[in-house]
C-alpha cells in the first residue's frame, strides 16, 4: 500500500515536471528576426489583411470590423476572437515585435500560448516584412472597446498544458521557405496560400486532436459545427482544380463563379473576405499552386445498398422540385443573356463527392453564390429543409448520385442523419 | 396479396415512364434574366410572388416599403434578428443587391388575403381601436397610427403596413420584441413598445389589426404625417 502511493506521488511529480518542461519550452520559444527596415506600407496592410480575412474571424455578426467577438465552434467547444483594434482591450500598445510573436510563434502579449483555433501552423509561414505591414496598418485602424470573451473551452482543451502539448506535436515555427525546384508564381501562390491566405484551416484532413500534416495538407474534413465539408483540394474528383483552365480557376477565386462552379457556404465568405481581393499578379500565383497541387483520391465509402424505390421517389422529388430550375436532365439553365443562371447537377461535384455532406447541405438549407463585382446578381436557391424530411433528402440525394451517368452510391436516411449529428457544434 | 399485386402493378407503370426522353424544348428553355427569376430563392418560404406562406410564420414580402425590407435583411444578416436559414441565405450577398431585391418586392401591386375575424368582445376591441389610433399618453406608448400612417398602410420609405398579416405573425412579431429575439437599428422602438403592451392588449391590437380589410389605397403613405413621437433607428432605410 505504502509502496504504491509513493509510486503514484512519483508519478504525479515526473508528469508536473514534464508539464511544466513542456509549457516552458513551449512559451520560451525564441526567435530573433529582426523588424523590418522597409517602411510600413499602410496600403500594403491593408492588402495583406484581406487576403488574410483577418476581419472574417475577428468580426461579430454585425459587430464593429476586427473587434472580435465572433464564436467560432470547435470539436473541442467555442472560441471567441480578440479584438484586433488598438483598443486597451485590443491591441492598444502592442508593438511590431509583440505582433510578430503572436503570428510566428503563436504566443499573445502577456506570454500565453494562443489556441490553435488562431492558424498559427499558417501565420508562422509570414515575413516578418509582411508581419510589420500588417502591425502597422492594424495598429492605424480606429480603437473599439470589446472587451474579450472568455473561450468555452472543454477540459482539458482549456489550459495552457493542452496547447502546449498540441504546438509540441504539430507546430514547427519557421517563415515560408521556398523551393528552388519551383518558379516564382508557384512559390508566390504557396506561400500566400499555405501563410496568410491558411486554406489548410479548413481544407486540411484533421485528426482527433486538430492537427494537420502541415500548412500544404488539403485532404480536407468535415467542419464541424459549420455543417459542410471542406473538400479534399487533391483530388479533381472532389474539389482539386488540376484540370481547370487557369482562365477558369482565376475567375472562379475572384467572383466565386465560373462556368456554372459556384462557391457554397464557407468558401462564399472567403471569396468575398479574401481571394475576391487578390491583385493580378497574386490571383495568378495562387492559381498556379493549386493547379499544381499533387493528385491524391480519396477514399470512398461504400454507398447505401442500392434501392429502386428509394431512387424512384428521387426522382419523383426531383421532378416536382428540382427539374424547373436545374433541369428534366440535370442540364442546367442559363438565363436570356446567356449567363449560367442554374448550375448543371450533371457532372457536379458537388452531388458526386464521396461525402454527400454539402449535397445535403445546399438542399436542405439552399443558398446564392457570393455577389462579387463580377457576378453582382447570383441567382439563387430556396432551402427545402420544411419540405423534405430525412428519408426525402436520403431519396433525392441517391437520385442524384445515380442519374445522368453518376455511379457516385446512394446514401440511406441513417447516412442522412449520421452527417447532420457530425455536423452540429459539440 | 391484392395489395400486393397493385404494388407490383403500380411500380410495373411508372418504370417505363421514367426513361421517356424530355421533351428538347422544356431542356433548352432559358430563365429570364430578371430580379423576379432571382427572387424565387426567397418566394419558396414566402409564398408565390411573395404574397405570404399560407402558415402565417413566413411574412408577406410584397407591396412593403423597400427602406423596411432592406433593413429587415441586415437585420437578419447583422443579427439582431435571428433566423438561421434566413441569415445564412443572404449572407454572401452584397448590399447593393440585398436594396434590388427589397426595391423588387415593394414594386409588386397585388391583391390582400381576406382579413381574420376577430373573436373578441366588443368592448375589448374598442379599447384596442382607442390604443391604435391614440396609443396611451400615460404610458408613454404613442399610437400606431403616428408611424404606421392613417390607414396603418405604412409609410414610406421605411415604416411598414399592419394590415393584411395574420394574427400568428403579428402576435410572433410582438412577442419576440419582448423577449430580444427581433431587434432593430438603435434605437429600437417597437421593442420598448412592445414591452410596454399587456400580453391582453397584444391579443386584442393583434385581433383588431388582422380583422381589417385593407383600405381602397393599400399603398404605404408617402410620408409621416408629423414628425414621430418616438425615435426609431430603423426608420431610416
Given at each position: 500500500?505504502?509502496?504504491?502511493?509513493?509510486?503514484?506521488?512519483?508519478?504525479?511529480?515526473?508528469?508536473?515536471?514534464?508539464?511544466?518542461?513542456?509549457?516552458?519550452?513551449?512559451?520560451?520559444?525564441?526567435?530573433?528576426?529582426?523588424?523590418?527596415?522597409?517602411?510600413?506600407?499602410?496600403?500594403?496592410?491593408?492588402?495583406?489583411?484581406?487576403?488574410?480575412?483577418?476581419?472574417?474571424?475577428?468580426?461579430?455578426?454585425?459587430?464593429?470590423?476586427?473587434?472580435?467577438?465572433?464564436?467560432?465552434?470547435?470539436?473541442?467547444?467555442?472560441?471567441?476572437?480578440?479584438?484586433?483594434?488598438?483598443?486597451?482591450?485590443?491591441?492598444?500598445?502592442?508593438?511590431?515585435?509583440?505582433?510578430?510573436?503572436?503570428?510566428?510563434?503563436?504566443?499573445?502579449?502577456?506570454?500565453?500560448?494562443?489556441?490553435?483555433?488562431?492558424?498559427?501552423?499558417?501565420?508562422?509561414?509570414?515575413?516578418?516584412?509582411?508581419?510589420?505591414?500588417?502591425?502597422?496598418?492594424?495598429?492605424?485602424?480606429?480603437?473599439?472597446?470589446?472587451?474579450?470573451?472568455?473561450?468555452?473551452?472543454?477540459?482539458?482543451?482549456?489550459?495552457?498544458?493542452?496547447?502546449?502539448?498540441?504546438?509540441?506535436?504539430?507546430?514547427?515555427?519557421?517563415?515560408?521557405?521556398?523551393?528552388?525546384?519551383?518558379?516564382?508564381?508557384?512559390?508566390?501562390?504557396?506561400?500566400?496560400?499555405?501563410?496568410?491566405?491558411?486554406?489548410?484551416?479548413?481544407?486540411?484532413?484533421?485528426?482527433?486532436?486538430?492537427?494537420?500534416?502541415?500548412?500544404?495538407?488539403?485532404?480536407?474534413?468535415?467542419?464541424?459545427?459549420?455543417?459542410?465539408?471542406?473538400?479534399?483540394?487533391?483530388?479533381?474528383?472532389?474539389?482539386?482544380?488540376?484540370?481547370?483552365?487557369?482562365?477558369?480557376?482565376?475567375?472562379?477565386?475572384?467572383?466565386?463563379?465560373?462556368?456554372?462552379?459556384?462557391?457554397?457556404?464557407?468558401?462564399?465568405?472567403?471569396?468575398?473576405?479574401?481571394?475576391?481581393?487578390?491583385?493580378?499578379?497574386?490571383?495568378?500565383?495562387?492559381?498556379?499552386?493549386?493547379?499544381?497541387?499533387?493528385?491524391?483520391?480519396?477514399?470512398?465509402?461504400?454507398?447505401?445498398?442500392?434501392?429502386?424505390?428509394?431512387?424512384?421517389?428521387?426522382?419523383?422529388?426531383?421532378?416536382?422540385?428540382?427539374?424547373?430550375?436545374?433541369?428534366?436532365?440535370?442540364?442546367?439553365?442559363?438565363?436570356?443573356?446567356?449567363?449560367?443562371?442554374?448550375?448543371?447537377?450533371?457532372?457536379?461535384?458537388?452531388?458526386?463527392?464521396?461525402?454527400?455532406?454539402?449535397?445535403?447541405?445546399?438542399?436542405?438549407?439552399?443558398?446564392?453564390?457570393?455577389?462579387?463585382?463580377?457576378?453582382?446578381q447570383p441567382y439563387g436557391m430556396p432551402p427545402f429543409a420544411g419540405m423534405l424530411g430525412a428519408d426525402d433528402l436520403a431519396a433525392l440525394a441517391?437520385?442524384?448520385?445515380?442519374?445522368?451517368?453518376?455511379?457516385?452510391?446512394?446514401?440511406?436516411?441513417?447516412?442522412?442523419?449520421?452527417?447532420?449529428?457530425?455536423?452540429?457544434?459539440? | 396479396?391484392?395489395?400486393?399485386l397493385l404494388a407490383l402493378a403500380l411500380t410495373a407503370a411508372q418504370a417505363p415512364a421514367q426513361a421517356q426522353p424530355v421533351p428538347d424544348t422544356?431542356?433548352?428553355?432559358?430563365?429570364?434574366?430578371?430580379?423576379?427569376?432571382?427572387?424565387?430563392?426567397?418566394?419558396?418560404?414566402?409564398?408565390?410572388?411573395?404574397?405570404?406562406?399560407?402558415?402565417?410564420?413566413?411574412?408577406?414580402?410584397?407591396?412593403?416599403?423597400?427602406?423596411?425590407?432592406?433593413?429587415?435583411?441586415?437585420?437578419?444578416?447583422?443579427?439582431?434578428?435571428?433566423?438561421?436559414?434566413?441569415?445564412?441565405?443572404?449572407?454572401?450577398?452584397?448590399?447593393?443587391?440585398?436594396?434590388?431585391?427589397?426595391?423588387?418586392?415593394?414594386?409588386?401591386?397585388?391583391?390582400?388575403?381576406?382579413?381574420?375575424?376577430?373573436?373578441?368582445?366588443?368592448?375589448?376591441?374598442?379599447?384596442?381601436?382607442?390604443?391604435?389610433?391614440?396609443?396611451?399618453?400615460?404610458?408613454?406608448?404613442?399610437?400606431?397610427?403616428?408611424?404606421?400612417?392613417?390607414?396603418?398602410?405604412?409609410?414610406?420609405?421605411?415604416?411598414?403596413?399592419?394590415?393584411?398579416?395574420?394574427?400568428?405573425?403579428?402576435?410572433?412579431?410582438?412577442?419576440?420584441?419582448?423577449?430580444?429575439?427581433?431587434?432593430?437599428?438603435?434605437?429600437?422602438?417597437?421593442?420598448?413598445?412592445?414591452?410596454?403592451?399587456?400580453?391582453?392588449?397584444?391579443?386584442?391590437?393583434?385581433?383588431?389589426?388582422?380583422?381589417?380589410?385593407?383600405?381602397?389605397?393599400?399603398?404605404?403613405?408617402?410620408?409621416?404625417?408629423?414628425?414621430?413621437?418616438?425615435?426609431?433607428?430603423?426608420?431610416?432605410?
Open positions: 500500500m505504502r509502496r504504491l502511493l509513493i509510486g503514484l506521488v512519483l508519478l504525479a511529480t515526473v508528469c508536473a515536471v514534464a508539464g511544466a518542461a513542456l509549457l516552458a519550452w513551449q512559451r520560451n520559444l525564441s526567435d530573433a528576426t529582426p523588424e523590418s527596415t522597409a517602411p510600413v506600407s499602410l496600403e500594403r496592410g491593408a492588402y495583406l489583411a484581406a487576403v488574410g480575412n483577418c476581419a472574417g474571424c475577428h468580426t461579430a455578426r454585425g459587430g464593429e470590423r476586427l473587434a472580435g467577438g465572433r464564436a467560432i465552434p470547435t470539436p473541442f467547444g467555442t472560441v471567441f476572437s480578440p479584438n484586433l483594434t488598438p483598443d486597451a482591450s485590443g491591441l492598444a500598445g502592442w508593438t511590431a515585435d509583440d505582433f510578430w510573436r503572436a503570428l510566428h510563434l503563436g504566443q499573445s502579449r502577456d506570454g500565453r500560448l494562443l489556441v490553435p483555433a488562431h492558424p498559427i501552423t499558417n501565420t508562422t509561414l509570414v515575413t516578418r516584412e509582411d508581419a510589420d505591414a500588417l502591425h502597422g496598418w492594424l495598429q492605424a485602424q480606429p480603437p473599439v472597446a470589446a472587451p474579450r470573451r472568455t473561450h468555452e473551452l472543454r477540459w482539458p482543451y482549456d489550459n495552457q498544458l493542452a496547447i502546449a502539448a498540441w504546438r509540441a506535436l504539430y507546430f514547427k515555427p519557421g517563415i515560408y521557405q521556398p523551393d528552388p525546384a519551383r518558379d516564382a508564381a508557384w512559390n508566390r501562390g504557396a506561400y500566400l496560400s499555405q501563410g496568410l491566405a491558411h486554406c489548410s484551416a479548413c481544407h486540411a484532413g484533421r485528426d482527433a486532436l486538430g492537427g494537420d500534416r502541415g500548412a500544404s495538407d488539403f485532404r480536407g474534413g468535415l467542419l464541424v459545427g459549420l455543417g459542410w465539408l471542406a473538400p479534399s483540394l487533391h483530388d479533381p474528383a472532389e474539389a482539386g482544380v488540376q484540370r481547370w483552365p487557369d482562365a477558369m480557376l482565376q475567375q472562379w477565386l475572384r467572383d466565386g463563379h465560373a462556368q456554372g462552379h459556384t462557391a457554397q457556404g464557407p468558401m462564399a465568405e472567403v471569396v468575398l473576405g479574401s481571394t475576391a481581393a487578390l491583385n493580378s499578379a497574386d490571383l495568378a500565383a495562387v492559381s498556379t499552386y493549386l493547379r499544381a497541387l499533387p493528385e491524391n483520391a480519396v477514399a470512398r465509402p461504400e454507398g447505401a445498398r442500392p434501392d429502386p424505390r428509394r431512387r424512384e421517389r428521387g426522382a419523383g422529388l426531383y421532378r416536382e422540385h428540382c427539374a424547373a430550375c436545374h433541369g428534366e436532365r440535370g442540364e442546367g439553365r442559363r438565363d436570356a443573356s446567356g449567363a449560367n443562371a442554374y448550375p448543371a447537377l450533371a457532372g457536379s461535384r458537388i452531388v458526386t463527392q464521396a461525402s454527400a455532406a454539402n449535397l445535403i447541405r445546399v438542399i436542405e438549407r439552399g443558398g446564392f453564390a457570393p455577389a462579387t463585382p463580377g457576378h453582382p441517391s437520385h442524384l448520385r445515380e442519374s445522368f451517368g453518376h455511379r457516385a452510391g446512394e446514401i440511406d436516411t441513417v447516412e442522412v442523419l449520421r452527417l447532420r449529428a457530425a455536423a452540429a457544434a459539440h | 396479396m391484392r395489395a400486393w422544356l431542356a433548352q428553355r432559358e430563365v429570364p434574366n430578371t430580379l423576379a427569376q432571382r427572387a424565387l430563392a426567397c418566394t419558396g418560404c414566402h409564398g408565390k410572388e411573395g404574397r405570404a406562406a399560407p402558415d402565417g410564420y413566413y411574412p408577406r414580402l410584397a407591396g412593403k416599403p423597400a427602406g423596411y425590407l432592406y433593413n429587415q435583411l441586415l437585420n437578419f444578416r447583422d443579427g439582431r434578428r435571428d433566423y438561421g436559414l434566413m441569415s445564412e441565405l443572404i449572407a454572401p450577398l452584397s448590399d447593393a443587391y440585398l436594396q434590388e431585391l427589397a426595391g423588387h418586392f415593394a414594386s409588386l401591386d397585388l391583391p390582400y388575403p381576406p382579413p381574420q375575424k376577430p373573436t373578441l368582445p366588443a368592448a375589448e376591441l374598442a379599447r384596442a381601436e382607442r390604443l391604435v389610433r391614440h396609443g396611451d399618453t400615460a404610458r408613454r406608448l404613442p399610437a400606431c397610427t403616428a408611424c404606421h400612417g392613417e390607414r396603418l398602410t405604412g409609410t414610406q420609405p421605411a415604416v411598414p403596413g399592419l394590415l393584411g398579416l395574420s394574427r400568428d405573425y403579428l402576435n410572433g412579431q410582438l412577442g419576440a420584441w419582448r423577449s430580444g429575439q427581433r431587434r432593430a437599428q438603435a434605437p429600437d422602438c417597437m421593442a420598448q413598445i412592445a414591452k410596454a403592451l399587456t400580453e391582453t392588449e397584444i391579443n386584442a391590437v393583434t385581433q383588431l389589426l388582422a380583422g381589417q380589410a385593407l383600405p381602397a389605397d393599400p399603398h404605404p403613405a408617402t410620408a409621416l404625417p408629423a414628425p414621430p413621437p418616438v425615435r426609431c433607428g430603423g426608420m431610416k432605410p
